[in-house]
């Protein structure tokens, strides 16, 4: 194991949960007001699921590309972990654009980037880890959810918005 593996995992979860931060606030700017007013499926998960759902996912994003790195080094694993930063910022680019600038089509958009970016982070880190890759299969699905669901708040309210 790497000389300071524990303070690399330390920088991978406080990277996570940062971009977490950023995005809760924005969610909470209009999860009470816009986002409260808009016409949704009846399969939304009601908002206290959120936070909890997206906590766990976090941290097994983290905790993946520890193990990445961890495996590889930053030399090793340079393209796995430049994938894992750009889905990290597409990550946090949704929030603002659905939740802080009120774009669900935006949003939409960025989500399509944001999955085919986790896709492409789980293909690069299973040669250098399967338990990342592993990590990595339930933050996917979430997004495949958030993206339908994305699309059916855009589809129910595209007159209105």
């Known amino acids: 194991m790497p000389r300071h593996s524990w303070l690399m995992l330390l920088f ?3 990277t996570c949960f940062s971009a977490a931060a950023i ?18 499926p009846r399969f939304t998960p009601p908002n206290w699921i959120f936070g909890s ?12 590309a520890w193990l990445v790195w961890r495996n590889a080094s930053w030399s090793g694993a340079k393209y796995a972990l430049i994938l894992f930063f750009v889905q990290l910022g597409l990550n946090v680019a949704w929030s603002g654009l659905f939740f802080a600038l009120h774009l669900p089509a935006a949003a939409l958009v960025d989500i399509f980037f944001l999955l085919a970016a986790i ?16 990590l990595i299969i339930p933050y996917a699905f979430w997004v495949a959810f958030a993206g339908y669901l994305n699309f ?7 007159a209105s918005l």
């Open 23 to 40: 995005g809760s606030a924005w969610t909470a700017s209009s999860v009470n007001t816009w986002y409260a007013q808009l016409r949704k």
């Open 53 to 64: 759902v997206w906590s766990a996912l976090y941290l097994f994003m983290a905790i993946g």
């Open 119 to 134: 896709i492409a982070t789980g293909i690069a880190f299973l040669p250098l880890s399967r338990t990342a890759f592993l």
């Open 152 to 158: 059916d708040i855009w589809r129910l309210n595209s």
């Open 12 to 14: 991978f979860t406080a």
